[in-house]
């Protein structure tokens, strides 16, 4: 068995050696200590996937049960997996947009590494809160300090958005703790059952407005464009891949293991406005020429139906949400390190200023064509798992499944003309030559591609990891 804690021990080794390094005066690059670390945690991650993971607990205040406490629930593992994998797969494309990779930047990068692993093994409510809102203030240092332009004020968007849910999500976490006296995900599980219906139906709304702002979905979405727009692009794929999947994973804990009862209050009004955020999402991407900004919608509308899913109160939407979650956590920055290599070489994202790469970068154009297959759910590729089971899921709300499949019938529309814009078009980026990928980045974007045709061709992989039943 492998202890969790061995997880993010690595992180902690690591960001302790970048700044005593220097103190040592040692030639040992702030890359190289960061990379390190990184791929040792994901080697111990398969290693506990093989001889199983035991629990770890630290505790830090007995009279507020406040313990650093690491045990996997039913829904932990396909989470789990995509923080490990996916910012070790983003690392190729930071040198597209942050040409000052010093040791600011890989401490911070260990910083959002290690905290987003520790809130999806967190089994105390509160540590989970405190790594939660540790990856969210690294992310707004992000945006802002390697972003455009405009980033100082997305990056105060982002934040005033995302502390507004976190304050929701301790709202609710609080009243567990008041109603059980303990913050403990499985004690506030057995003991919250008998708290009456307007209590438990309090507390699930307060997390499913933090998940809508969080994901994010239509109304609550206005923080979403300016920060995906204006990070670095490889940012802006931690940002769709993993961030987003935050409030998910918390409204996920109440729906399936805290609050099941309450659920059914919400399912219809929720799933509606899931419904239309999806709709919304869809067509304005169709009337973005911007890849970035394409893209950036495009996930809206798939965290969009991952709610729907989650919403449907059973088990094969539920499943089907975190499934979807998962895949598009990986299909989406797939997308956008494409996007930022394709700036860095033609110098825009803007489609209408590019054109047939298809000819001139026939690698990226295979790598392109996965990315926007995978999106639409071609059979073969991991979403058409999570669209079908969120659709088999929500199935006896069919006006609103129409919505959703007029919605992705919008989106098959806008990716078959990014297609056409950018692979088949006339060629009408810069004279000088364009560098097909290579290197780091074809193993990037040959393993992204991979994982998503795993997961397509055998989804039982990530289904058995999910136990619904399992606190």
Do not use: C
């Not at 139906?201 to 979403?224: D, E, G, R, T, Y």
């Not at 920055?333 to 590019?354: C, E, I, N, R, W």
């Amino acid at each position: 068995m492998i202890d969790l804690i061995y997880l993010i021990l690595p992180e902690i080794v690591g960001i302790a050696l970048l700044y005593l390094k220097n103190a040592f005066h040692s030639n040992l690059s702030s890359k190289t200590v960061s990379y390190g670390a990184m791929a040792v945690t994901l080697v111990i991650l398969f290693l506990g996937i093989i001889f199983g993971f035991d629990g770890f607990n630290l505790m830090i205040s007995k009279a507020i049960d406040f313990s650093v406490s690491f045990n996997l629930n039913g829904i932990s593992l396909p989470f789990l997996f995509l923080a490990v994998l996916l910012p070790i797969l983003v690392l190729p494309s930071y040198k597209y947009d942050i040409a000052d990779r010093d040791l600011t930047f890989n401490a911070l990068l260990l910083v959002i590494y290690v905290s987003l692993i520790a809130v999806f093994m967190s089994s105390n409510l509160l540590s989970l809160f405190m790594f939660m809102e540790i990856s969210l203030l690294s992310a707004f240092f992000a945006i802002f300090l390697w972003g455009g332009d405009g980033s100082f004020n997305s990056a105060m968007k982002f934040l005033i958005f995302t502390q507004i849910s976190s304050m929701l999500i301790l709202t609710s976490f609080l009243m567990a703790f008041l109603y059980t006296g303990s913050f403990s995900l499985s004690s506030i599980a057995s003991l919250l059952h008998g708290a009456n219906s307007m209590y438990l139906s309090i507390m699930l709304l307060l997390i499913i407005i933090a998940a809508i702002i969080k994901f994010p979905v239509f109304p609550l979405h206005v923080w979403m464009p300016g920060a995906y727009y204006d990070s670095a692009t490889s940012i802006t794929a931690m940002l769709s891949g993993l961030f987003s999947k935050l409030g998910g994973y918390v409204l996920l804990l109440f729906i399936v293991f805290l609050t099941p009862n309450a659920v059914g209050y919400f399912s219809m009004p929720v799933m509606v406005l899931a419904a239309i955020s999806a709709f919304y999402a869809a067509f304005v991407a169709l009337s973005k020429k911007d890849l970035k900004l394409m893209f950036s919608y495009s996930s809206m509308l798939y965290m969009s139906l991952a709610l729907m899913g989650m919403m449907s109160n059973n088990p094969i939407g539920i499943e089907g949400s975190i499934f979807l979650m998962v895949s598009y956590g990986f299909i989406s920055p797939l997308a956008f390190v494409l996007t930022g290599y394709l700036k860095s070489q033609a110098g825009t994202t803007d489609m209408t200023k590019v054109g047939g790469l298809m000819k001139k970068l026939p690698v990226f154009a295979l790598f392109f064509f996965i990315a926007i297959f995978a999106s639409i759910g071609v059979p073969g590729f991991s979403n058409f798992i999570g669209e079908f089971l969120v659709f088999l899921g929500a199935f006896k709300f069919y006006p609103l499944l129409i919505i959703s499949i007029v919605s992705m019938l919008i989106a098959t529309g806008y990716y078959l003309s990014s297609i056409k814009m950018v692979l088949f078009e006339k060629f009408l980026g810069p004279v000088r030559k364009l560098r097909d990928l290579n290197g780091s980045e074809l193993i990037q974007a040959g393993v992204f591609s991979l994982v998503i045709i795993i997961l397509g061709i055998l989804p039982y992989i990530l289904l058995n990891s999910i136990n619904l039943g399992a606190v």
